[in-house]
């Protein structure tokens, strides 16, 4: 990738999955490539159109059950995200989207759905609901900041052996099957349950991300010292 050409960022089924501002994620990454000096763009992929396959990141985040059930219909259907994410493009998945993106999930009330199967994960309703600050110290290669969001779901996810976990819990619950992990990875495919936006809160993830994306190793820092002082504020709660 060129600093000529436009990086697309796909903001995906924002109409159904988005919960808690987590739309707020692709604005980051736009946000962080425009003050290095890249031309980019949100496109956003509402139910009422075909998820493209051609974009060079994607962004999913939280959702209600039945929201959350009609997005997992789209993805099957029209598997753009799929056939981007085999070709190595990155893709965030917040909360829900960890769900849809697995083999399969429990809602609520008990209804077992399919997911699409990027992730090797399986998720089932918990006794209890997580809700609350999270924190966690990484264990990706590559990260070494605590990550911290606000967590809000009642699914608990297990790994399976091709899933890796993002993070430790320090703080909250994370995955929430009694593992103390949080989030997973499984190729250019992140997912965490962290809201917040996750990417407005840790920075260093938003690199990684647009990094894998530009298909470099590392990206010059951004000094923003508002960003740091809400990471500061953020750790200390
Ligand atoms: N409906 C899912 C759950 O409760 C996800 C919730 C969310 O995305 N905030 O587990």
Redesign the pocket.
């Known amino acids: 990738m060129t600093r000529e050409s436009t990086v697309r960022i796909g903001l995906v089924l924002p109409d159904v ?1 988005g ?2 501002g987590d739309g707020g994620n692709a604005v980051v990454l736009r946000q962080r490539l425009r003050m290095r000096g890249y031309d980019a763009e949100i496109v956003e992929i509402p139910l009422t159109e075909p998820v493209p396959n051609s974009l060079d990141l994607y962004t999913l ?5 039945s929201a ?1 059930r009609l997005a997992t219909r789209h993805l099957q259907r029209y598997p753009g995200l799929q056939e981007a994410a085999g070709r190595g493009a990155p893709v965030l998945a ?4 960890i ?1 849809v993106l697995g083999h399969w ?1 429990e ?2 009330s008990g209804e077992r759905v399919d997911g699409v199967g990027l992730f090797d994960v399986t ?1 089932s ?1 918990q006794d209890k ?1 997580a809700i609350g600050e999270v924190a966690t110290q990484p264990l990706v290669p590559g990260l070494s900041q605590p990550l911290t969001g606000f ?5 608990g996810t297990k790994l399976g052996g091709d899933a890796k976990p993002l993070a430790r819990v320090t703080k909250g619950v994370g995955n929430g099957v009694g593992d103390g992990l949080e989030g997973v990875m499984q190729g250019s495919v992140l997912g965490t ?1 962290m ?1 917040g936006p996750a990417l407005a809160r840790n920075p260093e993830l938003a690199d990684y991300l647009l990094g894998r994306a530009l298909g470099v190793d590392s990206l010059a820092p951004l000094e923003l010292p508002e960003v740091e002082q809400l990471r500061r504020e953020r750790l200390r709660a």
């Open positions: 999955m919960t808690y985040g939280g959702a209600e059950d959350q917040i909360c829900a989207a769900q999930y809602t609520s998720t309703p609901r967590e809000n779901h009642r699914g349950y809201h």
